[in-house]
């Protein structure tokens, strides 16, 4: 059976009182599903050091070298060798802000698996595409170039459409069901991947109002939150 995970992205965000808030108003609660936190990268050692055993922590991006000329870049040799647990590759702003291609993310995810890391692999389609009926043929994509020659059981694929990310919009449970269905399918007949086993988040503006919907459907195993994983009152209320 998959499980439930709660994986937040903090993006550039959060003070360091912030933080320590963050987890303060954590410490005694219990979370019922895996709960993740991705910080930016120099908040990871006080994250680290403050988030207790419930919790999973790791990055937001990951370079395709262990070490070497890439300033600026976090090395996913260093990334285990902090303790940590997994790294998000191909979020959409890293796709459309820095313009990583689906070859340098195939790098970059093969390189993070090498270092026994989880990836978190994230897809999604534009609302251009998904007007155009062009959902399936850009996810394919994604999947089959991102992922290509990857087997791996610590593999997390993330479908967050573009449209609804920040925006408030969110992809009806039908809607988001569909097409995590049409993702776990993909998987199962064009990838090395175990499709059954594979967990799938949702990433689209995901907050307590809409994640029990959500996580009711049958293809949904969580969610790739932002906004609503900033604070501990709302991060709390997306475990059900």
């Known amino acids: 059976m998959r499980k439930t995970h709660i994986v937040g992205n903090w993006k550039m965000n959060q003070s360091t009182e912030e933080i320590k808030s963050f987890f303060n108003e954590l410490a ?5 599903s895996e709960a993740w936190i991705a910080p930016q990268a120099l908040h990871l050692g006080l994250v680290k050091e403050l988030a207790t055993d419930k919790f999973k922590v790791g990055t937001q991006n990951s370079a395709y070298e262990d070490n070497g000329a890439f300033t600026g870049e976090i090395s996913p040799k260093s990334i285990k060798d902090m303790g940590l647990h997994f790294t998000i590759i191909g979020h959409s702003e890293r796709r459309s802000i820095f313009g990583e291609t689906h070859e340098v993310l195939n790098k970059k995810a093969k390189k993070a698996l090498d270092n026994d890391l989880t990836v978190i692999f994230c897809i999604g ?3 251009e595409e998904r007007e155009a009926g062009k959902v399936e043929e850009v996810l394919s994509e994604q999947i089959s170039k991102g992922l290509k020659d990857v087997a791996s059981d610590k593999v997390i694929l993330a479908y967050e459409p573009v449209w609804a990310i920040g925006t408030g919009v969110t992809a009806s449970p039908e809607q988001a069901q569909d097409t995590h269905a049409f993702i776990r399918k993909f998987l199962a007949k064009e990838t090395n991947l175990n499709a059954d086993k594979t967990v799938i988040l949702y990433g689209g503006s995901v907050k307590p109002s809409n994640v029990k919907e959500l996580l009711a459907c049958e293809d949904i ?20």
């Open 28 to 32: 005694n609660e219990s979370l019922t």
């Open 125 to 127: 389609e534009t609302l």
């Open 221 to 240: 195993d969580g969610g790739l939150v932002g906004g609503a994983s900033l604070k501990a009152e709302t991060y709390k209320g997306l475990f059900i």
